[in-house]
């Protein structure tokens, strides 16, 4: 068994709220300084920084993970996590297909950067990705189970785009296993108050800065041997599907 220290919650400069330093080569860099050997990256309603990705993590030893932080029609957060960047990538296909098209304004919301493996901009998203898609919260796990993929309610203790402080509860009846924490401070607390004992408690920085990356991280005991990077991301898929 080998120890991984995750991050599933991390924003490359896609996001328009996340910083233009947060390159898909730094976001590795820093993970790898921090400890850090499993990563996920997830844009708000994107994926296409997620190649460029998982390119840089390679070079710093970082077992990387395809994601997408969605906005649920009730603008809710959800984290999406895929097991290979192809399933990914077709995920990001449907939910182009569901997004409401504003035009981003870049002097309001910022810049959002597509790059290639050498943090060259090879692209830029001309329509706000921050705003809500037409998917409901009771939609997406099984949109996300379409490409094999996990879903959970983010950031579960905030009050910006939180289902609880969005509901008024944790949505029990939409069949999630795993909720997130923003603070580990707050896991006792959360798991009494809004029943949360049978769920898997993850907690990610939910990081749109550099310096917003933990050192403190939860981790995975993982089974790698013979060792790959799609073999630590099977086992941890096998590990989040038993729950």
Known sequence: MTRYYYDFHVHSCLSPCGDNDNTPNNLAGMASLNGVTLMALTDHNTCRNCPAFFKAARRYGVVPVAGMELTTAEDIHVVCLFET???ALAFNDEVDTRRIRVKNREDIFGEQLILNEEDEIIGREEDLLINATTITLDE???IVQKYRGICYPAHIDRQSNGCIAILGEFPHYAGF???????RANK???IRR???EKLKI???SDAHYLDQLREDNDYFDIDDEPYSSSLVRQRLFEQLRSL
């Open 188 to 190: 006792e607390e959360y």
């Open 177 to 183: 296993k795993i909720a997130e924490l923003n603070d």
């Open 194 to 196: 809004y029943g949360l």
């Open 85 to 87: 960047l192809e399933e």
């Open 202 to 204: 993850l907690v990610s």
């Open 140 to 142: 997406a796990p099984g």
